[in-house]
Every structure is written in C-alpha cells, then in structure tokens.
C-alpha cells in the first residue's frame, strides 16, 4: 500500500506581536515637539500610517501628555521619557517625569470650563483613550502618566479560497 506522501506543515512566521520605543527628552516645549513627532513616525514605521486614526489619536495623546510633563511635570535639570508600545491589539503610551508631587487627576466626570485657561489635557486624554491613569515612578521620584488605545483585530486570513 503505497500513499502520496504529504508535505510537512510549516507554521509561518508571524511578526512580534510586541514592539517598543522608549526615549527621553528635555523637559521643553521642544522637547515635547519632537517626542509627538517620533511617535507618528514610529507608528507609521509599524504599520499604522500617518493619516490613520491610531496614528493620530496616540499622536494627539502623546502630545498631551508630553506637553502636561513639561508644564506641570518640569524639574530643573531633569528630562521626561516616552515609551510607546505596541502589545497584540493595543497601543500603550507612557510619559515619565520627575516631579512627585504633581499627580494628575483622573477624575474625568468633570468637563473643563469653556472659558478657564487650563484642565483640557487630560480631560482629551479621557474622551479619545480607551484606558488611561497614573502610576508613581518606579525607584525614583516622579510619575507615569500613560494611555491605551484598542486596535481593531484584523480579519484572519481564511487558508482556502
């Protein structure tokens, strides 16, 4: 009895289904600039062009939270970190400062004043993130303030026509 031989199953290669972007900057409105402008390309470098609406929701939301580090967050001398991360279907980014007793609030049942001068940021953070929140620093003064944005899954490709 002679059967057709098959061909070994080879599983395919997937790309990692993690990819991270970690940087600091200088605690400046220049500063601030160019990690917004890092994020849309770093975005657009994994797949998420730069008109897409992930790519500017996470750019408006770094740029957010970047600007709240530098104004609020500023300690002389002292740089913020951006970490941007994609894990599976959710992109998570983190801005870092030094200055511990500055928390942000998350209380976002509140809308700002339409005429006060400040309050926004977070409170945008809260209408276009899916998750958002602080944590303290981990083994030095200051906060993470980070976002989480949920992906679409996209279709599984069928293997038969």
């Known amino acids: 009895m002679n059967r057709a031989s098959t061909p070994p199953v080879v599983e395919q290669q997937r790309p990692p ?13 220049r500063g601030a600039r160019l990690a917004r402008r890092l994020v849309s ?14 790519n500017e929701t996470v750019t408006l939301i770094a740029a957010e939270l970047t ?7 500023h300690v002389p001398g002292r ?4 970490r941007l991360l994609l894990a599976a279907t959710t992109l998570r980014v983190e801005v870092t400062d030094t200055r511990t007793e500055r928390q942000p ?3 976002t049942a509140r809308t700002p004043s339409p005429t ?3 309050g926004r940021g977070l ?7 899916d998750r958002f929140g602080w ?14 944005l949920d992906l679409p899954v996209p279709p599984s490709p069928h293997p038969f026509p």
């Open 123 to 129: 409170y945008l953070v809260s209408q276009l993130a």
């Open 135 to 148: 944590l303290p620093r981990v083994g030095a003064p200051g906060k993470t303030v980070w976002a989480e």
């Open 67 to 73: 600007a709240n580090a530098v104004r609020h967050g």
């Open 79 to 82: 740089d913020f970190r951006l």
């Open 105 to 107: 609030t998350t209380d």
């Open 116 to 118: 006060g001068e400040t």
């Open 17 to 29: 289904t993690t990819r991270e972007f970690t940087m600091q900057f200088t605690s400046t409105p």
């Open 41 to 54: 390309h770093r975005l657009d470098d994994w797949g998420h062009p730069y008109t897409s609406t992930p």
